[in-house]
């Protein structure tokens, strides 16, 4: 699981208004690619973010395996046909190439996620989206950020005993029913802990958010953002 992780890197030093501009420009840019080098380009770009974030790839794919496995099969479902010719390459292709977009972003998203904090991420949000709505979506990023890890360290915890008690034994229907029941009840007892450490900690909706300041370093990014967009903006117009 991709956590932030401390570092010196340009992108550690990036405002997260930055970053958080840049991913949406390079979201909306890597949708509208169409052709084989605009494609290219994308992947290049992910792999670089990936490198000024000093995130391995391998680390990536291996946070990313199942999001990763489910958007390589697309090509091959889309290519089965229930009659003859059983296999069509154009569905297939079309398939691809959406996977050729999504999987640029997710490099991106990994460099976002292992090089801001989280509450830095929060006070990016809450600073971009005025009012109740940016409270409301910054605790939820940070919540999240915060309890994913937590959720599947609780997953292979549950996973292991069930196995320590020869679980294997039974059949995949009553492993799920067994490993989904667990996994509720820990997830419920998570809030109850969660809600009585808000109230503990005295939970504010406006807290003293990190102070955040731009500088020299972003301007290359917001210029490379801006140009991202006008290009999508081309290409949807068909300019």
């Not at 940070?142 to 360290?153: D, E, I, K, N």
């Not at 020869?166 to 067994?178: A, C, P």
């Amino acid at each position: 699981m991709l956590t932030y992780t401390p570092g010196s890197t340009l992108a550690h030093r990036l405002d997260p208004r930055t970053k958080l501009a840049f991913q949406f420009a390079f979201a909306l840019v890597a949708f509208t690619a169409s052709t084989a080098p605009q494609l290219f380009g994308v992947l290049v770009v992910g792999l670089g973010s990936l490198r000024l974030a000093s995130v391995s790839i391998r680390a990536v794919l291996r946070a990313y395996r199942v999001v990763i496995l489910i958007l390589v099969l697309g090509p091959v479902v889309a290519a089965v046909t229930p009659g003859p010719p059983w296999l069509r390459l154009a569905p297939a292709l079309i398939s691809l190439r959406s996977v050729a977009r999504i999987i640029p972003i997710l490099f991106v998203s990994a460099a976002f996620i292992h090089s801001t904090p989280i509450r830095e991420t929060r006070a990016a949000i809450q600073r971009t989206i005025p009012g109740r709505p940016g409270q409301l979506l910054g605790v939820g990023v940070g919540l999240t950020f915060r309890y994913v890890p937590v959720l599947r360290a609780d997953l292979r915890t549950v996973r292991d005993a069930i196995r320590a008690r020869n679980g294997d034994t039974r059949s995949l229907w009553e492993r799920s029913q067994r490993l989904t029941v667990l996994l509720v009840d820990r997830a419920l007892r998570r809030s109850d802990q969660l809600a009585v450490a808000l109230q503990a900690h005295c939970f504010a909706w406006n807290p003293t958010l990190p102070r955040l300041q731009f500088s020299r370093l972003d301007i290359p990014v917001w210029l490379l953002s801006v140009g991202f967009v006008a290009v999508a903006v081309v290409d949807l117009l068909g300019l």
